[in-house]
């Protein structure tokens, strides 16, 4: 909902080029990374072949501060999704309550398993799609195709530079090493993930390049939330007015479904390096932990949350992206140095 | 679990959503808002002090119908205007809508209308905070008038609407039709400010006395019409386009389908209206080696021919398009005279530079508007007629 914002205030019309390059190229890379490491350990997560590879001690150090990532990206995820609704819809309500609401939302699905989540991906997917479909054909009349001129003014060295954002976005792919042994017919999740991932670069792309198109770089970046500003923007004659609402709910329940995700993989990687056999009390007692670190937020200063926001993207990739791969190579070196 | 414990939860939980369904903070019933339709934007001195001073007319649910007779008839207004000020623009608008009961409900807004000297100072410190404000649509009308904006909203609307409907409405397709002036949105005059390359405009509010010389209704104590547009140097307020030169503005700068602009032409002392229905522009710019810039601007136009009298046949068609064609050309050529008298390039000939020639952007990009108040522009204009619109006992009678 941000991004298209973040992106032209920095790469102006040319900022729909910036996820189908670096940013696809990140996510396919960490998709190749946890394809490998699945290969190397078949069965096992990344919690219990990070012991096998690097030692029990440092293995439980990698693990922990594996899970703390996990944790805070939940809560930065839940704070910035009730400062949308904040912003926008229920202006009023008390963010404590949208924060709590969402913790206690978590604490109801995540028990119930992966394979709830992944229906509940399914449901509102098609919606959610179909909804950005709508917006982006009601802003097809207020076009202005001079708007992207001219392609790559500053060269393509700023989309280089400012693909950290997205490319965060697409490194959680890396998040695979946590639940690829949970999947059935994992031999075609890297065929089937790559796609996914084109399709996301796509349709993020889309997006951005239809705001441009309608609001123009300097205004696009101008907005907090652009697509959101182009939801109330679109109409069709006087019928049709006013479609943010829709957005907003169907972005939030995709939120809620990646809020579950990260929540669900969380308490199972805790459990996992805890050696404990059922994930359920540690999605409980997590449950707890998230509700007092959000009660403690509601006091910190903005600038201190743009802080940590700016400190959880760039330690985001080196978790998605850096540790996958440090395990895979020293997994292989390992090997190579044992078969001498 | 057992069973009587899961009722029991449920049961809880069904009570718990009763408390949760009937609302939250952020609700509001319809009965309890003050929906505001058009805001007036000022600067006023208050003892010495400037002063933000904010317009407001809110609908007024119990005008739209209220009987004051034994016959029940229409009367009470439809809306009520409401004034206050304040050293910012928040504080303005809550000193406005403290008097009135309702909680406040901007997202119905139509057009906001921005007096002289706010135009002129401070209208970006506007448009920023109806940017960040979450209920205000990028759609909505922004309107420049001369003089106080609360003069324009203590005008009586015509035709039996309110008078915010009566602005949507000249913005909207009216004004465009009669090629006066033409709606500009908050999404268009945002970009124009932001914008590197381009200034903006926005149309006029005028006010019509009664009695006076250029009153064009009676019956009315004031009423008011857009025409022309105000003209915007970055995000100060330089200068006004009168008709004419509003019309040239329109045809280099709009692409302008369905539209009925009556235009009245003349050829060797011959009046006859040329009712353009169509019309689109190219602009194309080259940077010359000396950095002089030359700009040719060809103009389309399609119309039919009114009120030309009996005497007029085919074979005249050719010396009246061109004679359109050369009225069309004086419109258009007054706008770009003004465009370089305000300094202020809202034809958009830098942008297209910018858009079509990055080398000579790069170049440029400092001093544009030195290039611009230089450039030779060249206009073209070709018209046509595609339709008489005659009668054929008329036409007979000729031959």
């Known amino acids: 909902m941000f991004l298209p914002s973040v992106l032209a205030l920095e790469v102006k019309q040319s900022a729909w080029i910036v996820p189908i390059f670096v940013p696809l190229g990140i996510g396919s890379l960490a998709l190749w990374g946890a394809c490998k490491l699945k290969q190397q350990f078949p069965g096992l997560t990344i919690i219990e072949y990070s012991e096998v590879v690097v030692g029990k001690v440092l293995g439980k150090v990698l693990t922990a501060s594996f899970i703390l990532f996990l944790l805070s990206f939940n809560i930065q995820l839940i704070w910035d999704t009730t400062g949308f609704l904040s912003i926008t819809l229920l202006p009023k309500t008390p963010a404590l309550i949208l924060n709590l609401s969402m913790v206690l939302l978590g604490a109801y699905i995540v028990p119930k398993g992966i394979e709830v989540i992944a229906r509940m991906a399914q449901f509102v997917l098609p919606l959610f799609l179909m909804a950005v479909v709508f917006v982006i054909v009601l802003a097809m009349r207020d076009f202005e195709f001079g708007n992207i001129l001219p392609m790559l003014e500053g060269g393509v060295l700023p989309i280089v530079k400012n693909s950290l954002a997205p490319a965060y976005i697409f490194g959680e792919v890396g998040l695979l090493t946590l639940f690829l042994p949970m999947v059935n ?3 075609v999740i890297g065929r ?28 696009t970046g101008s907005y907090v939330y652009s697509f959101f500003a182009l939801a109330k923007f679109v109409q069709a004659g006087r019928y049709i007015q006013r479609v943010e609402s829709l957005i907003s709910i169907l972005w939030i329940t995709g939120i809620t479904i990646k809020m579950a995700l990260l929540f669900y993989l969380c308490s199972v990687a805790t459990a996992q390096c805890l050696g404990l056999k059922s994930y359920k009390s540690v999605a409980y007692l997590l449950t707890m932990v998230q509700g007092a670190l959000l009660i ?3 006091s910190v200063s903005v600038i201190q949350m743009q802080i940590i926001d700016n400190y959880l993207q760039s330690i985001g990739l080196g978790f ?21 | 679990m057992n069973i009587k414990i899961k009722v029991l939860i449920i049961l809880v939980v069904l009570l718990f959503q009763m408390i949760f369904i009937t609302g939250c903070w952020s609700s509001r019933e319809v009965e309890d808002l003050a929906i505001s339709n058009l805001f007036g934007v000022d600067q006023v001195t208050e003892n010495g002090i400037d002063k933000w001073q904010i317009s407001i007319k809110m609908s007024n649910p119990i005008g739209q119908k209220q009987s004051v007779s034994q016959s029940d008839k229409i009367s009470g207004v439809q809306e009520i205007l409401w004034r206050g000020t304040g050293l910012t623009i928040e504080d303005a608008i809550s000193d406005c809508v403290e008097h009135s009961s309702g909680i406040p409900l901007y997202g119905h807004i139509r057009a906001i209308i921005f007096g002289e000297k706010v135009a002129k100072e401070k209208i970006a410190v506007f448009i920023e905070a109806a940017m960040q404000y979450w209920e205000i649509s990028p759609r909505i009308y922004f309107i420049v008038t001369k003089g106080e904006a609360y003069n324009i909203l203590q005008a009586e609307p015509t035709l039996g609407v309110s008078l915010s409907k009566q602005v949507s409405q000249m913005c909207d397709r009216i004004s465009e039709k009669h090629g006066a002036a033409v709606g500009v949105t908050l999404r268009e005059i945002s970009a124009r400010i932001l914008s590197p390359d381009r200034d903006g405009v926005l149309p006029q509010l005028k006010v019509s006395y009664p009695g006076k010389k250029d009153s064009k209704v009676t019956g009315l104590n004031k009423t008011i019409f857009l025409e022309g547009f105000g003209v915007f140097r970055g995000d100060n307020l330089v200068g006004w386009l009168d008709l004419e ?13 369905g539209e009925n602009i009556y235009l009245p032409a003349n050829h060797n002392g011959k009046w006859f209206t040329y009712l353009i229905v169509a019309s689109k ?9 000396g950095d002089k ?41 007054k706008a770009i005279d003004k465009s370089k008298e305000y ?10 530079l910018h858009r079509h020639d990055l080398d000579a952007w790069q170049k440029v990009k400092s001093h544009w508007r030195e290039i611009f108040q230089n450039a030779e522009v060249e206009v073209e204009v070709k018209s046509k007629i595609v339709n008489t619109g005659q009668l054929l006992q008329f036409r007979l009678q000729k031959h």
């Open chain 2, 281 to 289: 522009s190219k602009i194309k710019t080259q940077l010359t080696r």
């Open chain 1, 185 to 187: 017919e994992s031999q």
């Open chain 1, 296 to 298: 403690f937020l509601g």
């Open chain 1, 192 to 219: 089937k993930m790559l796609m996914m991932l084109v399709a996301a670069a796509g349709s993020l792309s889309a997006v951005i390049l239809t705001t441009i198109l309608v609001f123009g770089p300097e205004v």
């Open chain 2, 245 to 257: 030169e509003a019309r040239g503005y329109l045809f280099i700068a709009k692409k302008l389908a």
């Open chain 2, 293 to 333: 810039l030359k700009v040719r601007i060809t103009i389309q136009t399609q119309g039919s021919m009114g009120d030309a009298g009996k005497d007029v046949g085919p074979e005249d068609i050719e010396w009246m398009e061109s004679s359109a064609a050369e009225t069309i050309r004086k419109l258009a050529i």
């Open chain 2, 343 to 352: 300094d202020a390039d809202y034809l958009g000939i830098i942008q297209n």
């Open chain 1, 320 to 340: 998605e992206l850096a540790l996958p791969f440090f395990l895979l190579l020293t997994a292989i070196i390992k090997k190579k140095w044992s078969t001498r």
